[in-house]
C-alpha cells in the first residue's frame, strides 16, 4: 500500500507562485513514478506534469510548460509541483499520483497511476 497527502493549495493572485507537496507512506517511494494532475468543474482530469523515480527531466503538458515544473526528494518521500506564473484558467483540484510507467504517453495517463492523494485546491484570481 501507498498512501499519498498532499497539500500546498489556495487562493492566489494571477502571476503568482504556489508550490504543492505530496507526502508517500507505505511502500518504497523511489519505486513509483510521481505524476500531478489536475481537474476543473466540468472537465476532465487532466495530465499536468510528471517525473521518473530517479528523477532527471520531467514532464509536463504544453498548456503549464515553462511555467510548472515537478520535481522530488526521495529521502523525505516527497513530490513538489512549483507552479509560477499563474493564471486564472489553472485554477482546478490538484491531484498527485504514484504509479509504476514512466514513459510517455503512459506516463501522461491517469489510468496508469494507482494510487492518488485526496486533492487541493487552487484557485487563481484575476
Known amino acids: 500500500q501507498l498512501q499519498l497527502v498532499e497539500s500546498g493549495g489556495g487562493l492566489m493572485q494571477a502571476g503568482g507562485s504556489l508550490r504543492l507537496s505530496c507526502v508517500a507512506s507505505?511502500?518504497?517511494?523511489?519505486?513509483?513514478?510521481m505524476g500531478w494532475f489536475r481537474q476543473a468543474p466540468g472537465k476532465e482530469r487532466e495530465f499536468v506534469a510528471a517525473?521518473?523515480?530517479?528523477?532527471?527531466?520531467?514532464y509536463s503538458s504544453d498548456s503549464v510548460k515553462g511555467r510548472f515544473s515537478a520535481s522530488r526528494d526521495n529521502a523525505k518521500n516527497t513530490a513538489y509541483l512549483q507552479m509560477n506564473s499563474l493564471k486564472p484558467e489553472d485554477t482546478a483540484v490538484y491531484y498527485c499520483?504514484?504509479?509504476?510507467?514512466?514513459?510517455?504517453?503512459?506516463?501522461?495517463?491517469?489510468?496508469?497511476?494507482?494510487?492518488w492523494g485526496q486533492g487541493t485546491q487552487v484557485t487563481v484570481s484575476s
Open positions: 499520483a504514484a504509479g509504476s510507467s514512466g514513459y510517455w504517453p503512459q506516463i501522461s495517463r491517469s489510468t496508469e497511476y494507482a494510487y
Open positions: 507505505g511502500r518504497t517511494f523511489s519505486n513509483y513514478v
Open positions: 517525473i521518473r523515480w530517479s528523477g532527471g527531466v520531467p
